[in-house]
Every structure is written in structure tokens, then in C-alpha cells.
């Protein structure tokens, strides 16, 4: 298990939002890049250095600090959209190889290179922006069947890392709350939303909508 790719973005125009610019476009860097905990969602703040996001109020922060997507899930999209999806493509900051992303459980943690821990939070949503970037007409409705969202992950010990560096996974928790049905049971299958009650490492804006779906007040 690998990082084949560390991706910053390049901020361009968003006609997708009505927002000035948007972070999505992220491309594969050389060299070491600085990794920390941003702080409270609402300042753009990501954990890679030289990356930010333009939607502060829905995007950032210490839970969706850094965002990964397994180059096999590309590959499969690549192959269903026959265009080339380079590593970066879906705006994630983590391109990796041999890694369950979508199988990964909730609170989970990573070490990354000799120095980095992240912890896996929660899944991507997708939004007006990803499906603008892409071109795709319907890409959200699509992306959301597939159940194949990635995984936000927040920052537990910062420090650098690069292309190539080993991913290990040093803690699994002991529910079966993955990221993938995280994600299925927020968007199409309500039904799975009192298995997440088990994930107490998912961020507080999921723990309450559970309660509130659930009425189960955490």
C-alpha cells in the first residue's frame, strides 16, 4: 500500500457554484509537502500546505482535511467514461495504490511515510462543482450509485510526505461502520443510518443527522 500521487490545487474559476474559484483542480507535485490539522471548517484551511478550499462552508477544516481516492476506483471510472483520469482528477489530495479506501473503516488510521497519521472521518459528497469539472450530465446522481465516494480523513500526527511513501494501517476499530456505508446510508439507503451510531470517530454534523433521522439524540 502506497501514495502514488500528492495533489495540490490550482485555483481556476467555478461557474458550477456561483463561487469565485474552486480547489478542485489538483495536480501531482514533486517533493515533500508539509501535512498539519487546519483548524474549524469556515477559513479554507486544508492539511496539505499550498492547497485550500473556496467553498468554506461546506468544504475544509479538520475533518475533511485531506482527501484520498484509490487509483483503482479511477481506473474503474476511466474505463466507464473512456477518457483518461489522471491521479488528482477527482480533486483528491492522495492518489493510492493497494489501499480499501471505500472499505475503510471509520476512525481508522493511516501512518503515512515516517512521520504522518491521519484518521479516516467520512466520505466525500459529491457536489455541483465535481460534476461541472467533469463534464458529466448527471455525474452526481451517477457518482452516488456507485457508492465509490473516498474518504475525508483528518490530521492526528502532522509532519511531511511524498509520492511513494508506504501507507500503514496501524488501528482498525472494532464496528464495521466503512466509509462506503457511511456514504450509502446518507444518500440512498436511510435504512443502514442506525448501523453509524456504532462510529463515534464520525464528524458531529453526521452523528447529529443520524439522531435526527434516527431519534436517537447522541
Known amino acids: 500500500m502506497k501514495l502514488l500521487s500528492v495533489n495540490i490545487g490550482r485555483p481556476r474559476s467555478n461557474p458550477w457554484k456561483g463561487l469565485g474559484a474552486t480547489g478542485i483542480d489538483k495536480r501531482p507535485v514533486a517533493g515533500p509537502v508539509a501535512v498539519s490539522a487546519p483548524g474549524p471548517k469556515g477559513t479554507g484551511a486544508v492539511g496539505l500546505a499550498g492547497d485550500r478550499v473556496y467553498d468554506v462552508a461546506h468544504h475544509g477544516g479538520d475533518d475533511q482535511a485531506v482527501y484520498a481516492y484509490a487509483r483503482e476506483d479511477l481506473d474503474t471510472w476511466q474505463a466507464e467514461l473512456g477518457e483518461p483520469l489522471g491521479n488528482g482528477t477527482f480533486g483528491e489530495n492522495l492518489t493510492t495504490l493497494g489501499v480499501d479506501v471505500n472499505g475503510a473503516l471509520i476512525g481508522e488510521r493511516w501512518r503515512i511515510g515516517p512521520d504522518v497519521v491521519l484518521e479516516v472521518s467520512c466520505p466525500r459528497v459529491p457536489c455541483g462543482t465535481f460534476q461541472g469539472w467533469l ?33 500503514e494501517i496501524t488501528h482498525r476499530p472494532d464496528h464495521g461502520v466503512t466509509v462506503a456505508v457511511t456514504f450509502r446510508a446518507t444518500t440512498l439507503e436511510p435504512e443502514l443510518l442506525p448501523r453509524l451510531s456504532a462510529a463515534d470517530a464520525l464528524p458531529e454534523e453526521i452523528r447529529e443527522l443520524v439522531g435526527r433521522r434516527t431519534g436517537k439524540r447522541r
Do not use: S
Open 135 to 167: 463534464r458529466q450530465e448527471g455525474w452526481i446522481k451517477r457518482f452516488t450509485r456507485a457508492a465509490l465516494p473516498g474518504a475525508y480523513l483528518r490530521v492526528v500526527e502532522p509532519g511531511e510526505i511524498r509520492a511513494d511513501d508506504p501507507v
